[in-house]
């Protein structure tokens, strides 16, 4: 049973910094494909940023481009995101999620996800 487990969510400043993390297991991590996604209240999910299993090769939503980095431990079976510049707009619910191939931005494209860890940004 696949299982995404995210963790690191929490209330920051405005121009605060903060690390996400999503372990998971039950699947062949080394070979998965892993994503971040966002979702606001009354809003759809957002893509923020998504890597391939080797780490080579990552994309990012031009909202967080160049203030989120995505990487990953392998050894860990654990996917980061590092937050930095926090502004009140990033406030949502953070989801990690999980597919084979690398190359989709679609919620719809990824297979499983995680329950979610709150990010709230007060102004």
């Known amino acids: 049973q696949v299982r995404l487990v995210e963790s690191g969510g929490g209330l920051v400043q405005a121009g605060g910094s903060l690390r996400l993390s999503c372990k998971a297991s039950?699947?062949?991590?080394?070979?998965?494909?892993m994503g971040w996604f966002r979702q606001a209240p009354g809003k759809e999910r957002e893509f923020l940023a998504t890597i391939s299993w080797t780490g080579v090769s990552s994309a990012y939503a031009d909202s967080v481009k160049g203030r989120f980095t995505i990487s990953r431990d392998n050894a860990e079976n654990t996917v980061y995101l590092e937050m930095k510049g926090l502004k009140p707009e990033d406030t949502a619910v953070y989801y990690c999620?999980?597919?084979?191939?690398?190359?989709?931005?679609?919620?719809?494209?990824?297979?499983?996800w995680g329950q979610g860890t709150q990010v709230t940004v007060s102004s």
């Open positions: 039950g699947l062949f991590f080394r070979e998965t494909t």
């Open positions: 999620a999980s597919r084979h191939t690398y190359g989709s931005m679609q919620p719809s494209d990824f297979d499983h």
